[in-house]
């Protein structure tokens, strides 16, 4: 099944400055502070299903490879940095740290495009300096809109499911012209900011966005390292993971357990293509394979690669057998 119109995944996916919007406590920004807290109220008023209580375990907000480090509280030129930087390629997806609602925010020359989460728990999430540019450069000729800074068809106010995407990467506003980054904040029960550093320690990294609307197959290369004996589940250490058709590189997981339905074929390298069987699957053991997933739902279970979220629809052995192995 293809891909619906505007997909991330089916356009494949890319391999931080301090906020100042973001800063609505301060004296300095009174009446911003007064009309961002007005509509922070109608937008999570009365009936809305956000709670008070503690941060969860995110999503990590950038999926692909990112680099970071803990500069919460760092002296910046106007007041301490209140956020992490997350460096990574320029429109490298941004996605959401968990369900919840979700608000643009185009309306300050330092902060860029900007996006609030106003998660389900009652933390909210600030994302700073999303992309401006319509080329590769750095042309600033790119509107706070969905497709350029916001996700495809993402709307103003709309609830959106954890890992689903919410924009791209950039370097608007102030950070014009530096490293793409993504400033990202946590305000715990809506409050002041707090270090993000040990939530994304503990984050939770995607394959790939969630979207159940598309369909995806992955090609993984890697080591059989286990067999299940009471289910048909292949684990597989990990050394490349694509996304089909295109064969764009994901960042590959360590570990892939993939379940493994009796309609699989395994090639054994030798021109012998069979059925999944306990015996042919056992017979993988510490060889080197290529694996064709089946299609699937990008949902949060597939996108996370939990263990059998993912099934097998043929197994090839890199290379036949070592003489006097079966």
């Not at 007005?38 to 503690?54: D, M, Q």
Request: aromatic share 6%; with cysteine.
């Amino acid at each position: 099944m293809g891909d619906p119109p505007g997909s991330l995944l089916g356009s494949g996916l890319r391999s931080a400055k301090p906020v100042r919007v973001t800063y609505r406590r301060s004296t300095a920004l009174g009446v911003a502070f007064v009309a961002t807290l007005a509509l922070a109220a109608t937008f999570v008023g009365v009936g809305s299903a956000r709670v008070n209580g503690p941060v969860p375990r995110l999503i990590f907000p950038v999926v692909g490879p990112v680099s970071y480090r803990d500069d919460f509280g760092e002296p910046r030129a106007k007041w301490p940095h209140p956020g992490n930087d997350l460096m990574a390629a320029k429109r490298q997806i941004a996605v959401a740290a968990e369900p919840g609602k979700i608000r643009f925010w185009t309306h300050s020359a330092t902060a860029g495009c900007m996006l609030y989460l106003y998660g389900k728990s009652g933390t909210t999430y600030q994302y700073i300096h999303l992309n401006n540019d319509l080329t590769d450069g750095n042309d600033n000729r790119g509107k706070c809109v969905a497709g350029t800074a916001y996700a495809p068809g993402l709307k103003d106010g709309a609830t959106v499911q954890a890992g689903q995407a919410v924009g791209f990467v950039g370097d608007s506003g102030d950070a014009n012209g530096i490293h793409a980054h993504l400033h990202f904040e946590v305000h715990p029960n809506d409050g002041a900011a707090v270090d993000p550093f040990p939530y994304l320690g503990k984050a939770l990294h995607l394959l790939l966005p969630v979207d159940p609307k598309a369909s995806v197959s992955l090609s993984a290369e890697g080591t059989v390292t286990g067999v299940g004996v009471t289910a048909a589940r292949l684990s597989i250490s990990v050394t490349s993971v694509s996304l089909l058709p295109a064969g764009t590189k994901l960042t590959a997981p360590k570990k892939l357990v993939l379940s493994v339905p009796a309609t699989a074929q395994i090639d054994s390298g030798d021109g012998t293509i069979g059925a999944a069987s306990t015996a042919t699957l056992a017979d993988l053991a510490g060889r080197s394979v290529v694996v064709l997933t089946a299609p699937a739902r990008a949902t949060l279970p597939v996108a996370l690669g939990r263990p059998g979220a993912i099934s097998a629809a043929r197994i090839a052995t890199a290379r036949p057998a070592p003489a006097g192995r079966p």
